[in-house]
């Protein structure tokens, strides 16, 4: 049952939180204070959009993060060709539904490819470097490919997985504190062994 009031959370905040971008964009980006308080939606109350717009919208914190946010856009150097269409999406046709998800590789050229099924040079270059990484280590998996290319990986994005894929997804769960712990013993004694 938790496990699954916590995909329910989380979906729930991903509603939310399109719920509001959807606002933002519509009524009240570009928008002075007072205009944005005019171009209240019908289906939002009077006290609920006077408190979305004065204490979200216009906070210093929000308008602090939508700068920076813009700043990290027009940074970006891979391009995504997907449109729409979401990442997890894409890994599910690709075979996510029949429990064999695309391997690193294959996610990146379908996410980066043109209508042409080509890849930009730049995105060809990366490309190439991600055959060479599991040539080089075919026992690698995919998030230590990530890593060894991109770096560490940031909890709730991926970097070729896209946002709402974490760490755990790909790499599973830790072991617990007891099997570490297990582990450590097991090892001390194989120690002791040798000496």
Known sequence: MEQKRELVMRHLRDLWNKWRGDMHRKYVKENSLQVALR???TEVSVDDWDW???????????????QQNTLNRGKRKMLHHTGSKSFRQIAWELGGKSGNPPDVA?????TRKKANETLENRDQDKYDEII??????ASLSD???????????????ITVFGGGTTLKDLRGPLPSRSDLEARVIEEKRKNQMFQ
């Open 39 to 41: 171009n209240r939606p």
């Open 52 to 66: 979305l717009v004065k204490e979200h919208y216009f906070s210093s914190k929000f308008q602090k993060a939508s």
């Open 106 to 110: 294959k996610m990146f050229h379908e």
């Open 132 to 137: 060479q990484v599991k040539q080089a280590n």
């Open 143 to 157: 998030i230590e490919i990530v890593e060894k290319i991109w770096g560490k990986q940031s909890h709730g994005h």
